[in-house]
């Protein structure tokens, strides 16, 4: 009974974690990306390949080799990044929703191991 219980709440925990990615990436040759899943209005971290700090922007659009956005919903300073030194794009909102699904995923599998090593016991 308690093997089957681990092997149950292992695979509820894979598929929480699989379920996580919330991060488009991109690969060092820039003709092969492909920026038309990024929406115009929505708030996106972008991790730079460099090694830099990841950087926060409200998306515009893509222009030529930049991304074009703002600093925030409130903040209206320009930001443009090339299009060559971006790692991966991450969808702000996507990201906590998702993170959040985690949290209650893996307290649900907590409890469901603890109730199933009582019933045990």
Known sequence: MRASVLLKSSLLTSLFV???CATTKYTEDTAKNDYSNLEAGKMYTV???DGSKNQKMLFRNVDGDNLIGTAGKKD???VTIPKSGVAAVRDSRKAR???GAVVIG???V???VLSSSRADN
Do not use: Y
């Open 18 to 20: 699989i379920s996580s």
């Open 47 to 49: 991790m730079m390949k």
């Open 76 to 78: 209206s300073t320009v």
């Open 97 to 99: 929703i998702t993170a």
């Open 106 to 108: 893996a307290a649900g």
């Open 110 to 112: 907590a409890a469901l």
